[in-house]
């Protein structure tokens, strides 16, 4: 949005003096808007602005005139930039290979004899012995440790804070407006559900591992599902305790969606950015309009909106799960 960035007069220090550039473009609106409407304004806003006023008058722009002052005008803070550069170059040397560069003495280690260590007595028998433990639970315990040791721990002390606000507001504030906020602020836990072996480089290793698909991809899924469950938990008992068991499904309904999504674009993607960003346009609608709302809504609860969240969500679990297999055997 530009806003204000009128320039005054047309000489050559009024153009130096408009740093950005956009003094022009504003005036030329402005002397058209007045020149054709009558008008006496004497500044313009330019960018989207929500009115409930529709009776709009509209013009066309065809551009700002270009003169002989303005383009000397852009020179000059063309040539202030290029001054800037040349003077830094003195201090900034990245790329200068001329600058000497102090090597620290190599550190010698003496040899010493090696040193016989005596027998303590330990026989490999003694030890208890392996049973394999093929479950997935150790998997979620790990993953939850993962998320809850993620992030500073004032993030936490904002999520508390917003968990013990949805056992005392009023349920369709809590349900409508805290939960989808606290939820929001585990993004970046529940945004690497699946792409941070690959991140850190231990793809290889995990899908290596004995029955990745069946133990280590639903262990994250239901790790993920069980964080925000928990956050949810205030909610779901005061629900519980108004007999809502249909919205307890649907918000129940709405976390795996939020879950599934998470792995699934990032599996896509290959990162964590395309979630985090739709993450912020549901939590944005979510508060802008609650019919809307990826929990469902409190006041009126739809049969065909958790239906369709249903059927969403078993869709974005077989393509997470097609997809991962896809990855394990072109790995």
Known sequence: MIT??????????AYAGDILGLGIITNSIKDQVNKQFNEDITGVSVGYIKQQDKNFKTFEWNGPPWSINYVAGRLIW?????????????????FDFKQTVKLSPLLKIPEENPVSIPYSGFQRSAL???????????????????????DAKWLWIISIGLWIATLFSPLPVAFSFLLPALFFLQVNRISDLATKEVTNRLHYFTFASYQPLRRLLPAQILAGFTLLTILALPVIVRLLLNFNFLLILQALNGIVFIVAL??????????KKLFEILFFLLTYI?????????????????????????VINIILLIVIFLIRKHQIRTL
Do not use: W
Not at 4 to 13: E, Q
Not at 78 to 94: P, Q
């Open 78 to 94: 063309i040539g202030l930039t290029c001054l800037l550069v040349y003077i830094s170059s003195f201090f900034f040397h990245r």
């Open 262 to 271: 998470s792995v699934c674009l990032g599996l896509l993607s290959g990162g």
């Open 4 to 13: 204000g960035m009128m320039r005054k007069g047309n000489s050559l220090g």
């Open 128 to 150: 208890p012995e392996i049973i394999p433990a093929y479950g997935i639970i150790p998997f979620i315990k790990t993953e939850l440790l993962l998320m809850i040791r993620k």
């Open 286 to 310: 979510a508060f802008q309009a609650p019919d809307a709302n990826y929990l469902g809504k409190i006041s009126n609860f739809s049969y065909p909106f958790l239906i369709t969240f249903l």
